[in-house]
């Protein structure tokens, strides 16, 4: 099933995050009739960009199916190399190339956080 | 015990001084060393759900369970989940348990506006015949019905249960089994006589200030200034005092700084200031002769979920001057001589009466050992940190004292588990209110209680 074509895809949705926050979830702004917007919140953590090449859609395909599989436990409010590592020393034997992946894109908060739906989620 | 020994020792009270005044060197301190790292949170986030530390629970403690179970039903028993069971095929299941009550307060239901009510007072036990038993898995649940007591147990006990679903949903429950005592810890108890002075609900800044009296007693006990010389020099065996919580009364609670006008209070100092200063003139005394250790209870300056954190040293700045004074976590483990000691303040305990059909705290500190865990019903009525990683209060290693606070009264036993372990568990009571506390020998694991009281205006002697 292909992905539905969103608004977003053109235009990208920047949100700009203040100094010195720590990484994590930014609420949602309503848009000021109440009607909500479909979008993914692509959020920028420090002014310079990454030097990695970006994540290709495979490789977050593959953690978000990490992220859903129920067997290592809940995955909301921790990043997922907590989740894996957490995984690991309960003998629930996590997938190595997970790992790896995460380690290789530690700056990318879109790889290490947990896969947000609709904006929301936590 | 200690009073045999001090009696038919050395000389009374009725005779003159001796000339030359003997001195009783305390024994020295051979061995300790703190085990409660996995109590102490270094930076706290709340913004995780309580679901994590569920899940990690049940991942902890299901190897165990699988183990017990297989050593009870036999070798040859299916273990099922949930989703794979089969009407009326005999399994056994692992999972966490949950208790629906119908009395059990709802925040939901509190802030309700449809319903009107108003919020129902605190009960001394939440229980109701018309509870139930929902087993849950990692996806799934299912009711339990059979031969299972639903009154006596509570939420988040993890535990195997073998029977077999029928037709209506339902699980028939034939028989079920608890994760037992964890393997036993290596025995290097002292050689000699040495006690540990246990106390709990020291209750400073109450209104009456009856106890003090029991309070002073206490500390000059333990510090070697009662008594004649045989009585001293059994002071002299007391190796550790440990203050198990509630070292404020609950009179310092009182929020009527909240809700009075700011002009009426604008003077007034909260009633914790002046108990903290008393508590700090008390462990000041104690400190310079014997170490301590205090733990914080339910009334106590600290944080309200478990674990709570050690009381902060700026609070006792006469008392943290002597290294003797050690402020140490709620549940508390440490090696004592090589004596592992396991307790807590009550908290846990008293919450599992309040949702339990057991009576007895003494019954009750025995169900959480059989368990395998301090307190099961944390998060659900019992406020808990949002742990992932891993449940601190999952028991590994078997204590062989095992304790809690504030108990009503003193009661121990010496529990002998099936594969050699020996834990003496000791409710010790509160002090203010049955001025008594515990003398725990560490070279055979006995308990003792010692009562403090004064002669009071109505008593008939």
Same mark, same amino acid.
């Given at each position: 099933?292909?992905q539905p074509?969103r608004?977003?895809?053109?235009?990208?949705?920047?949100?700009?995050r203040?100094p010195?926050?720590?990484?994590?979830?930014?609420?949602d702004?309503?848009d000021?009739?109440?009607?909500?917007?479909?979008?993914?919140?692509?959020v920028?953590?420090?002014p310079?960009a990454p030097?990695?090449?970006?994540?290709?859609?495979?490789?977050?395909?593959m953690?978000?199916?990490?992220?859903?599989?129920?067997?290592?436990?809940?995955?909301?409010?921790i990043?997922?190399?907590?989740?894996?590592?957490?995984?690991?020393?309960l003998?629930?034997s996590?997938?190595?190339?997970?790992?790896?992946?995460?380690?290789e894109?530690?700056d990318?908060p879109d790889?290490?956080?947990?896969?947000?739906?609709?904006?929301?989620?936590? | /015990?200690?009073?045999?020994q001090?009696?038919?020792?050395a000389?009374?009270?009725?005779?003159?001084p &001796?000339a030359?005044?003997? $001195?009783?060197?305390r024994?020295p301190?051979?061995?300790y060393?703190d085990c409660?790292?996995h109590?102490?949170?270094?930076?706290? &986030?709340f913004?995780?759900?309580?679901a994590? #530390?569920?899940? @990690?629970?049940?991942?902890?403690m299901?190897?165990?369970?699988?183990?017990r179970?297989?050593?009870?039903w036999?070798?040859?028993?299916?273990?099922?989940?949930?989703?794979?069971l089969?009407?009326?095929?005999k =399994? =056994?299941?692992?999972?966490? %348990?949950f208790k629906?009550? !119908?009395?059990?307060? &709802?925040?939901?239901?509190e802030?309700?506006?449809?319903h009107?009510?108003?919020?129902?007072?605190?009960?001394?036990?939440?229980?109701?015949p018309?509870?139930?038993?929902?087993?849950?898995?990692?996806?799934?649940? #299912?009711?339990l019905?059979g031969a299972?007591?639903?009154?006596?147990?509570?939420?988040g006990?993890?535990?195997a @249960?073998?029977?077999?679903e029928?037709?209506?949903?339902?699980?028939?429950v034939?028989?079920?089994?608890?994760?037992?005592l964890?393997?036993?810890l290596? +025995?290097?108890?002292p050689?000699?006589d040495r006690?540990?002075l246990?106390?709990?609900g020291?209750?400073?800044?109450?209104?009456?200030g009856?106890?003090?009296?029991s309070?002073?007693?206490? @500390?000059?006990?333990v510090t070697? !200034?009662l008594?004649?010389?045989?009585?001293?020099?059994?002071a002299?065996?007391?190796?550790?005092? #440990?203050?198990?919580?509630n070292?404020?009364?609950?009179?310092t609670?009182?929020?009527?700084?909240?809700?009075?006008?700011?002009?009426?209070?604008?003077?007034?100092q909260?009633?914790?200031?002046e108990?903290v200063? /008393?508590?700090d003139?008390?462990?000041?005394?104690?400190?310079?002769s014997?170490?301590?250790? @205090? /733990?914080?209870?339910?009334?106590?300056?600290?944080?309200?979920?478990?674990?709570q954190?050690?009381?902060?040293?700026? /609070?006792l700045?006469?008392? *943290?001057a002597?290294?003797t004074?050690?402020?140490?976590?709620?549940p508390?483990?440490?090696?004592?001589d090589?004596?592992r000691?396991?307790?807590?303040s009550?908290?846990?305990? *008293?919450? #599992?009466?309040k949702?339990?059909?057991?009576d007895?705290? %003494?019954?009750i500190?025995? +169900?959480?050992?059989?368990?395998?865990h301090?307190?099961?019903?944390?998060?659900d $009525?019992?406020?808990c940190?949002?742990f992932y990683?891993s449940?601190?209060?999952?028991?590994?290693?078997?204590?062989?004292?095992?304790?809690?606070?504030?108990?009503?009264?003193?009661?121990?036993?010496?529990? !002998?588990?099936?594969?050699?372990?020996?834990?003496?568990l000791?409710?010790?009571?509160?002090?203010?209110?049955? !001025?008594t506390?515990?003398?725990?020998?560490?070279?055979?694991?006995?308990?003792?209680p010692?009562?403090?009281?004064?002669?009071?205006?109505? &008593?008939?002697?």
């Amino acid at each position: 099933m292909e992905q539905p074509r969103r608004i977003t895809d053109s235009f990208p949705r920047r949100r700009r995050r203040g100094p010195g926050r720590p990484p994590g979830r930014l609420k949602d702004k309503k848009d000021k009739d109440k009607v909500q917007v479909k979008v993914k919140v692509k959020v920028q953590d420090c002014p310079h960009a990454p030097s990695q090449s970006p994540p290709d859609p495979a490789l977050l395909e593959m953690l978000r199916r990490f992220d859903l599989s129920w067997e290592y436990g809940p995955c909301t409010g921790i990043t997922r190399l907590q989740r894996w590592e957490r995984a690991q020393e309960l003998g629930l034997s996590p997938p190595g190339p997970i790992r790896d992946a995460l380690l290789e894109h530690r700056d990318n908060p879109d790889v290490t956080y947990r896969w947000v739906w609709d904006g929301m989620g936590w | /015990m200690f009073s045999e020994q001090a009696a038919p020792t050395a000389q009374g009270l009725l005779a003159p001084p &001796s000339a030359e005044p003997p $001195t009783f060197p305390r024994v020295p301190v051979s061995g300790y060393s703190d085990c409660s790292q996995h109590f102490q949170l270094g930076e706290r &986030s709340f913004s995780r759900q309580y679901a994590h #530390i569920y899940a @990690v629970r049940l991942a902890g403690m299901r190897p165990g369970l699988e183990q017990r179970a297989r050593s009870r039903w036999g070798n040859d028993i299916a273990l099922r989940k949930l989703s794979e069971l089969q009407a009326g095929e005999k =399994c =056994c299941v692992v999972g966490t %348990l949950f208790k629906a009550m !119908q009395l059990q307060p &709802s925040i939901l239901q509190e802030i309700s506006e449809e319903h009107n009510l108003v919020p129902q007072p605190p009960l001394p036990k939440y229980i109701q015949p018309s509870d139930e038993l929902i087993l849950e898995d990692e996806l799934q649940r #299912i009711k339990l019905e059979g031969a299972i007591d639903v009154q006596r147990l509570v939420t988040g006990t993890i535990l195997a @249960v073998y029977g077999s679903e029928q037709d209506d949903g339902r699980f028939l429950v034939e028989d079920h089994c608890f994760a037992d005592l964890p393997p036993p810890l290596p +025995w290097n108890g002292p050689s000699s006589d040495r006690f540990v002075l246990l106390a709990s609900g020291l209750g400073l800044g109450s209104v009456s200030g009856e106890a003090l009296l029991s309070t002073q007693l206490l @500390v000059d006990v333990v510090t070697g !200034q009662l008594g004649a010389e045989g009585e001293q020099s059994c002071a002299a065996h007391i190796t550790r005092v #440990i203050l198990a919580g509630n070292l404020l009364s609950q009179n310092t609670q009182s929020r009527d700084t909240i809700n009075k006008a700011k002009y009426l209070t604008k003077k007034t100092q909260a009633a914790s200031v002046e108990a903290v200063k /008393m508590l700090d003139e008390i462990l000041l005394q104690l400190c310079s002769s014997v170490p301590v250790d @205090v /733990m914080p209870g339910e009334f106590d300056p600290t944080n309200y979920t478990l674990p709570q954190q050690p009381l902060h040293r700026c /609070m006792l700045p006469l008392a *943290s001057a002597y290294a003797t004074l050690r402020l140490v976590t709620n549940p508390y483990q440490a090696n004592l001589d090589g004596v592992r000691f396991l307790g807590t303040s009550g908290q846990n305990i *008293s919450d #599992i009466f309040k949702y339990s059909s057991m009576d007895d705290y %003494l019954e009750i500190l025995e +169900w959480t050992l059989l368990a395998g865990h301090i307190s099961p019903t944390a998060p659900d $009525t019992l406020g808990c940190y949002p742990f992932y990683k891993s449940d601190p209060f999952i028991l590994t290693e078997c204590p062989h004292v095992y304790f809690c606070g504030n108990a009503p009264h003193f009661q121990s036993k010496l529990f !002998q588990g099936k594969e050699g372990q020996r834990v003496l568990l000791v409710t010790v009571p509160d002090f203010s209110a049955t !001025q008594t506390a515990c003398l725990v020998n560490l070279r055979d694991l006995t308990c003792q209680p010692i009562t403090f009281s004064g002669f009071g205006a109505d &008593s008939e002697d």
